[in-house]
């Protein structure tokens, strides 16, 4: 009786054994399955977020270079309508289409009506605005020894991890408008800029012997 009691002892402390290593088994598994089922978001810190971020600018300049085959980039800067009525009180003059205060209460694009008015408009709307990403446009030339810079869209301060990317656009003295208000009417000479009736946002190159109005740059930056 004695053996058989100490028999059992020892199949019981092998069983509790076991089952410890079992249980120990099964918490590992499951930390390995917790820890591979981790999604990377753009969010996440080191190789990956470089990796993700890269990816997203050269989204972002791929969406310019196609917008600017096909005209729709210099189309989009001469989109101006200047009858347009703005919040500023005694002010007019914007952007066809735009229909939302920007941060000066100019008017400014949202995405929606910036994709109805542009090549540039839907491939962001589609590959940023619909993935729950936001961007701003801007147009950026030079005036004089400073630069002025024009909103076309405006969702907000950029955080300091945005990216950016930008493409040029040279726009001529015989260059017209498209708006539908002022289709075809030429982009204004520089005397002509200087008349405080004239409202278009876009100012001219200093240099005034060469066909050239003004070189603009496109940037949109996204976060």
């Given at each position: 009786m004695?053996?058989?009691?100490?028999?059992?002892?020892?199949?019981r402390g092998?069983?509790?054994?076991?089952?410890?290593?079992?249980?120990?088994?099964v918490v590992l598994m499951a930390v390995l399955f917790a820890l591979q089922s981790v999604?990377?978001?753009?969010?996440?810190?080191?190789?990956?977020?470089?990796?993700?971020?890269?990816?997203?600018q050269q989204e972002t300049k791929d969406a310019l270079v196609i917008a600017a085959q096909d005209d729709d980039l210099s189309e989009t800067v001469r989109n101006?309508?200047?009858?347009?009525?703005?919040?500023?009180?005694g002010e007019t003059g914007a952007f066809f289409g735009a229909d939302q205060p920007g941060p000066d209460r100019e008017l400014t694009y949202s995405?929606?009506?910036?994709?109805?008015q542009s090549t540039l408009g839907e491939i962001l709307e589609s590959r940023f605005a619909d993935r729950g990403r936001s961007y701003n446009v801007e147009l950026v030339a030079a005036n004089g020894s400073e630069f002025e810079t024009t909103k076309l869209v405006y969702q907000g301060s950029a955080p300091?991890?945005?990216?950016?990317?930008?493409?040029?656009?040279?726009?001529?003295e015989n260059d017209v408008l498209t708006s539908p208000e002022h289709r075809d009417e030429q982009i204004?000479?520089?005397e002509a800029h200087e008349d405080e009736d004239y409202n278009y946002p876009i100012p001219p190159a200093e240099d005034g012997d060469g066909p050239?109005?003004?070189?603009?740059?496109?940037?949109v930056t996204v976060w």
């Open positions: 004695l053996r058989s009691n100490t028999t059992t002892e020892a199949d092998q069983a509790h054994t076991l089952e410890g290593f079992i249980g120990a088994m999604i990377i978001m753009p969010t996440t810190s080191g190789t990956a977020d470089r990796t993700v971020q890269n990816q997203l101006w309508n200047e009858s347009a009525e703005t919040p500023k009180e995405s929606g009506s910036f994709a109805n300091p991890d945005a990216f950016t990317a930008s493409y040029t656009v040279t726009l001529y204004e000479l520089r050239v109005y003004a070189v603009v740059e496109v940037r």
